[in-house]
């Protein structure tokens, strides 16, 4: 997890070399290997390219009844004066 500003501490690791991987949706994953050595402090930046991003939208839906014997029946006259 990261501050507002995508500051990131981590304290007390035993040295080794470890896999350090930044992940938000949207964006490709990126990944790091950070070699971490006894007393030493590092920075260890990221740049993270935009990833594909892919919505699906289903729309559903019935249509209206229409009874042909009441639609054919109907007729507007108007009478003009």
Sequence with gaps: ?????GT???ANLPPGTYE???ELSGFETA???VPVRVGATLTVD???SVGSI??????TGEAPIVDPERAAS???SATRR
């Excluded at 997890?1 to 500003?5: H, K, N, S």
Aim: proline share 0%; glycine share 0%.
């Design 1 to 5: 997890m990261t501050d507002a500003d």
């Design 54 to 59: 892919e919505e699906t939208i289903t729309v």
């Design 74 to 76: 109907r007729s507007t």
């Design 31 to 33: 990944v790091r290997s």
């Design 46 to 48: 990221f740049n993270m």
């Design 20 to 22: 350090a991987r930044a």
């Design 8 to 10: 990131y501490r981590l």
